[in-house]
């Protein structure tokens, strides 16, 4: 994700990664659930599963995901970022636990008596104001240090762990997460744009991993040095097709010291039919395999710092409510694999008003601090998950999910399709009188206990005590 501020807004590539194929289906009549025989083609296409739900008897719980959204305190430009009391507010009506924003290394100078924090003051304002979990991604290219675009020589490495020395001694207090530099496999942040980098690249090419590797593990070790139980994060891996550079900087060693692995997901430039929450969880689910593949079964806990789709007025804009379809599934899915240990939107408000520059468009809310859509999808799908005693996910046809939440007494049971081209239907098989509501949508009546999966999650509250059979019909 290009960063305002710290690359040229009109750098991003387009965003490609793994395509998942469009599965078109037929819509088949309501009334085969009654019974009735169908003939032919349409006998062959259909598909019925019976989805069981019974009382939970052991706790799965969702309490150690995080979710949170990006905020741009830490840049030298304000891209809207005016008010805390502002950001405040707005991170409240997400629901946000977290936030993640940037206290880059060229925010520092470096006097004989050591660094000096001398800009990126309106975050330091920011920190004391907030009770959220902070993240706080450090690095990026520094022109004014010898060496310091990228930090790959010994001397230049020596004021970088400097600096986030002094990172740690200036926000500890706030016990941030530090993520280590932020998309080095896209760009280091300045000079003359090199091509898209395919792969781990080689060692002569500043972005490759075994470059990033060595960075990083001299930032974890500075961090680690200045307070031993801070919290870091490495990766902040921007577009990796087929997963090459991520598991190049994992095997030299990336993870040494680190808590985790952060990644960024973006699928906005697919075509149409892929722009999905489910096209982004298969992405890292499929990084998750390899890395176990390559770690001898260990599980890595990932970090997703960036996701999001811009509602933006060009081709790879997507339309306000898909947007909001689309993070409330993030949320959902999320929540239920436990090696997610994160999620921030990118990002909390759009950072300009054009309504036709893609990198104005991504916020949550607009540029004059009016909620989008997508802004009560996720709070209503965070406070799904928030706080839940247990989670689980099902997928009973391909692309229809059936998502459970148990909160004490209490539970939520959750339906959507990956997206408009996906057809299904669904019937509470012994819960007659159930009644259920469409995410986000006041103006549709109540839904009773059989209807359409649609994108727009539908929502049933009833007793944890009760088993739920769930007919789900293509």
């Not at 995410?439 to 739920?468: F, I, K, L, R, W």
Request: proline share 8%; aromatic share 8%; hydrophobic share 40%.
């Amino acid at each position: 994700m290009t960063k305002p501020g710290l690359k040229p807004a009109t750098s991003r590539p387009t965003r490609t990664g793994a395509p998942v194929s469009a599965v078109l289906r037929r819509a088949i009549p309501w009334c085969l659930l009654c019974g009735i025989t169908i003939f032919g083609a349409d006998r062959a296409a259909a598909a019925e599963k019976i989805v069981t739900l019974p009382p939970i008897a052991r706790a799965n719980p969702a309490g150690t995901l995080l979710i949170g959204s990006n905020i741009h305190f830490g840049l030298v430009r304000t891209l809207g970022y005016d008010s805390a009391t502002t950001a405040l507010h707005e991170l409240a009506q997400i629901g946000a636990a977290s936030y993640r924003d940037y206290l880059p290394w060229q925010s520092f100078s470096f006097p004989p008596q050591g660094p000096v924090l001398v800009k990126s003051q309106r975050l330091m304002n920011f920190l004391p104001q907030s009770k959220l979990k902070p993240v706080l991604n450090v690095g990026a290219a520094n022109s004014s240090v010898p060496g310091g675009v990228p930090p790959i020589s010994n001397d230049a490495l020596g004021v970088f762990d400097a600096y986030l020395k002094k990172v740690v001694e200036l926000t500890r207090q706030y016990d941030p997460i530090y993520e280590i530099w932020n998309e080095w496999n896209i760009d280091i942040g300045t000079g003359t744009r090199l091509p898209r980098l395919v792969g781990e690249g080689p060692p002569s090419d500043p972005r490759s991993a075994v470059n990033y590797a060595r960075v990083a593990n001299s930032g974890v070790r500075a961090v680690k040095s200045a307070n031993p139980h801070a919290q870091v994060i490495v990766g902040a891996v921007g577009d990796d097709i087929d997963w090459k550079w991520t598991r190049a900087i994992v095997r030299d060693g990336v993870l040494n010291g680190a808590d985790g692995l952060s990644v960024h997901l973006y699928n906005h430039c697919l075509k149409p039919q892929n722009r999905t929450a489910t096209e982004l969880i298969g992405r890292v689910k499929r990084l998750q395999q390899e890395l176990m593949q390559d770690r001898g079964g260990a599980v890595t806990p990932i970090y997703v710092t960036e996701f999001s789709w811009p509602t933006s007025n060009e081709p790879c804009g997507v339309m306000p409510l898909v947007a909001g379809n689309n993070f409330a599934q993030f949320i959902l899915q999320s929540a239920a694999i436990p090696w997610i240990k994160g999620i921030w939107v990118h990002e909390l408000k759009n950072i300009g008003s054009s309504p036709t520059d893609r990198e104005n468009n991504f916020g949550l809310f607009t540029f004059t601090d009016e909620p989008k859509p997508a802004a009560c999808f996720v709070r209503e799908a965070t406070d799904l998950v928030r706080s839940a005693d247990h989670v689980d996910i099902q997928e009973p046809l391909p692309d229809v999910f059936v998502f459970r939440a148990r909160r004490g007494a209490r539970q939520s049971v959750v339906l959507w399709s990956s997206g408009s081209t996906v057809r299904a239907r669904y019937a509470l098989a012994n819960l007659p009188d159930a009644s259920g509501r469409r995410m986000c949508d006041e103006t549709t009546p109540a839904a009773g206990p059989q209807g359409e999966v649609e994108p727009n999650p539908v929502v049933y509250y009833m007793d944890a005590s009760a088993p739920v059979t769930i007919r789900v019909l293509n």
